[in-house]
């Protein structure tokens, strides 16, 4: 045979061949895609789907606020939510409760992100699985969780730092625990207080996710730096501790912005004892993660990333004319 009836021929080959491998890639990709709901959420006959919610804190109030969301959502996609947690804030705690729902095969788990190498590899192992994790309040971006659901906590802090930064002094910090959500806030909060020379912070102090801490560390700090003229809190029952050592140590002078709306907090600004708080959307969270489930296990993927509304309360929210003095 001449050459080039060989290159011809070899030519034909490679064509067929690449075609092949095409519709090969192409197929595969489309079995992968309908395979995928079936893989994830295993439905035995009419059984309904089962989500694990795994909270931070079980009887935190901020968190029924998302179990309350995510109910709404299941009851209306007919899924089945069990929501267990620690009863005290329990970082490892929230570990043991996540290998327990891959162990017992749930078809998808809500958590909260905690930032530890162990627990990420938790949530890879579910992925593994086929059980889609959903990060809500707090993120766990290095791991394979399907999606995250909640606040854009860096500008949340940004928008606290823009609320404090009208005016100027010393300011005390206040955060709820060591989970990312509230490193992203103190991190958003500082790179505005940053470029306010006249605005300085005299101590950030956790509060444990508890009221009662949040005012021995607010009460502590308020004596420790008798130039604190404003307190910042960035988790929800930071607000209601912050009012209670106010109202013990510093009852006058001094102005409070808080985070989220718990009624201690709404009642606070209403009193005008309170400056500010922002305010998130945790029911929605909760909604919005099994809504997103829900449209997975029909097929779609959902965005890495779906952040909830933040909003500013102060007393004009409450159609109270006159400031404050
Ligand atoms: C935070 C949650 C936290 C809660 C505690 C909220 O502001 O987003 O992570 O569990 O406060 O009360």
């Given at each position: 045979?001449?050459?080039?009836?060989?290159?011809?021929?070899?030519?034909?080959?490679?064509?067929?061949?690449?075609?092949?491998?095409?519709?090969?890639?192409?197929?595969?990709?489309?079995?992968?895609?309908?395979?995928?709901?079936?893989?994830s959420?295993p439905?035995?006959?009419?059984?309904?789907?089962?989500?694990?919610?795994?909270?931070?804190?079980?009887?935190?109030?901020?968190?029924?606020?998302?179990?309350?969301?995510?109910?709404?959502?299941?009851?209306?996609?007919?899924?089945?939510?069990?929501?267990?947690g620690?009863?005290?804030?329990?970082?490892?705690?929230?570990?043991?409760?996540?290998?327990?729902?891959?162990?017992a095969?749930?078809?998808?788990?809500?958590?909260?992100?905690?930032?530890?190498?162990?627990?990420?590899?938790?949530?890879?192992?579910?992925?593994?699985?086929?059980?889609p994790?959903?990060?809500?309040?707090t993120?766990e971006?290095?791991?394979?969780?399907?999606?995250?659901?909640?606040?854009?906590?860096?500008?949340?802090?940004?928008r606290?730092?823009?609320?404090?930064?009208?005016?100027?002094?010393?300011?005390?910090?206040?955060?709820?625990?060591?989970?990312?959500?509230?490193?992203?806030?103190?991190?958003?909060?500082?790179?505005?207080?940053?470029?306010?020379?006249?605005?300085?912070?005299?101590?950030?102090?956790?509060?444990?996710?508890?009221?009662?801490?949040?005012?021995?560390?607010?009460?502590?700090?308020?004596?420790g730096?008798?130039?604190?003229?404003?307190?910042?809190?960035?988790?929800?029952?930071?607000?209601?501790?912050?009012?209670?050592?106010?109202?013990?140590?510093?009852?006058?002078g001094?102005?409070?912005?808080?985070?989220?709306?718990?009624?201690?907090?709404?009642?606070?600004?209403?009193?005008?004892?309170?400056?500010?708080t922002?305010?998130?959307?945790?029911?929605?969270?909760?909604?919005?993660?099994?809504?997103?489930?829900?449209d997975?296990?029909?097929?779609?993927?959902?965005?890495?990333?779906?952040?909830?509304?933040?909003?500013?309360?102060?007393?004009?929210?409450?159609?109270?004319?006159?400031?404050?003095?």
């Open positions: 045979m001449s050459n080039r009836k060989w290159n011809l021929g070899l030519l034909l080959l490679f064509t067929v061949f690449a075609c092949l491998l095409l519709q090969f890639v192409f197929s595969t990709l489309r079995i992968r895609e309908l395979v995928r709901p079936l893989e959420g439905q035995d006959g009419d059984r309904p789907r089962h989500i694990v919610l795994i909270p931070q804190e079980l009887d935190n109030p901020y968190w029924r606020s998302i179990e309350q969301g995510a109910r709404e959502a299941a009851r209306q996609y007919g899924m089945e939510l069990d929501y267990t620690p009863f005290r804030i329990n970082p490892a705690e929230q570990s043991r409760l996540l290998e327990k729902a891959i162990a095969k749930a078809d998808a788990i809500l958590l909260q992100g905690i930032g530890d190498p162990q627990y990420r590899g938790l949530i890879d192992k579910a992925a593994e699985r086929g059980i994790v959903i990060a809500v309040d993120d971006p290095e791991s394979r969780r399907l999606a995250y659901v909640g606040t854009d906590n860096t500008e949340a802090g940004k606290m730092g823009e609320l404090v930064a009208q005016v100027s002094g010393t300011i005390g910090v206040l955060i709820g625990s060591e989970a990312p959500n509230q490193r992203l806030r103190l991190e958003g909060f500082r790179s505005v207080i940053g470029r306010y020379p006249k605005l300085e912070i005299a101590e950030v102090r956790s509060s444990n996710i508890s009221r009662l801490q949040a005012a021995e560390q607010a009460a502590a700090m308020l004596s730096y008798p130039q604190i003229g404003y307190l910042a809190g960035f988790s929800a029952l930071d607000g209601p501790g912050m009012l209670e050592a106010a109202g013990r140590v510093r009852p006058q001094l102005r409070i912005f808080a985070f989220d709306d718990l009624p201690e907090t709404t009642e606070g600004l209403r009193q005008c004892r309170l400056a500010a922002i305010v998130q959307q945790p029911r929605q969270m909760g909604y919005d993660a099994v809504a997103l489930l829900h997975y296990f029909q097929g779609k993927t959902p965005q890495p990333q779906h952040y909830t509304d933040t909003s500013v309360l102060d007393r004009s929210a409450f159609g109270i004319g006159g400031s404050c003095p």
